[in-house]
């Protein structure tokens, strides 16, 4: 591993490390990052050489908070496992948090080991179409899951403008979306000097019961297809979204 990439994982380690350690509820969030990473009790329980049922106990409260130690060795563990799976949930985190972007906006995140039609992903969350595509056959190369309500409410406008240009030929998935139009203006600014390249290929939104004309419009003019979730509760998609396994 080369410095760089070293310097880029130790930021991420400190942050799963710190959001752990100033949790009112630890496991809580130990159990968080074990599931955005895709790492199941059993396989990290293996690589820490504990028993399936410490990491359990930990999730579920039964255990009382974890030392600082545990913590770390947790945290390097989720790295090291899926750097050996070839490092796509690290570098996709790695490239969010390198825009100052609080780990807990970021709901899910997943890059592909090679490109996939984005139709895969719209079929298997049951999307509603609000913007056709124009492009057959469109391509991402992973997907970004986003809390829209904590974004609005902790990020900067220069934040959110880092957040939405940040993903690039992926899915943008808004959860907790009262309209959707909040963040297709924020798509829509953070085009303003940096060129197409930057816009997110496809965006779903979750939470809306009907998307706002502006949002559509919005998608309309920057040319990117919108789609609307129909589950109700963010968990129950996010579920899903762990359950897409795509052949590639």
């Not at 409260?61 to 899926?82: N, Y």
């Not at 992903?121 to 492009?135: M, N, Y």
């Not at 390249?197 to 040319?223: W, Y």
Request: proline residues 6%.
């Amino acid at each position: 591993m080369d410095i760089m990439n070293q310097s880029a994982n130790e930021n991420l380690l400190r942050n799963i490390a710190g959001e752990i350690s100033l949790a009112e509820n630890p496991g809580r969030v130990m159990k968080k990052w074990r599931e955005q990473f895709n790492i199941a009790q059993h396989e990290l329980a293996v690589h820490l050489s504990i028993s399936p049922s410490v990491i359990s106990d930990y999730e579920s409260g039964r255990r009382k908070s974890p030392r600082v130690e545990t913590i770390r060795k947790f945290a390097e563990s989720l790295i090291a496992i899926d750097e050996s799976r070839g490092g796509q949930i690290v570098r996709a985190f790695v490239r969010l948090l390198g825009q100052e972007i609080p780990s807990e906006i970021l709901l899910d995140i997943r890059e592909f080991p090679a490109a996939i039609p984005a139709q895969l992903l719209i079929d298997h969350l049951e999307c509603k179409t609000i913007v056709p595509d124009t492009i057959q056959d469109r391509e991402i190369f992973g997907y970004t899951t986003i809390d829209s309500l904590r974004a609005i409410l902790q990020l900067t406008p220069d934040q959110m403008v880092k957040l939405y240009g940040a993903t690039p030929n992926r899915a943008a998935i808004f959860t907790r979306v009262s309209t959707g139009r909040s963040p297709m203006v924020a798509i829509r600014t953070s085009q303003m000097g940096l060129g197409s390249a930057v816009r997110p290929s496809i965006v779903i939104l979750q939470g809306p019961r009907k998307v706002d004309p502006v949002a559509s419009k919005i998608a309309k003019v920057e040319k990117i297809p919108l789609y609307l979730s129909l589950f109700k509760e963010t968990e129950n998609l996010i579920r899903r979204l762990r359950s897409f396994k795509p052949e590639v």
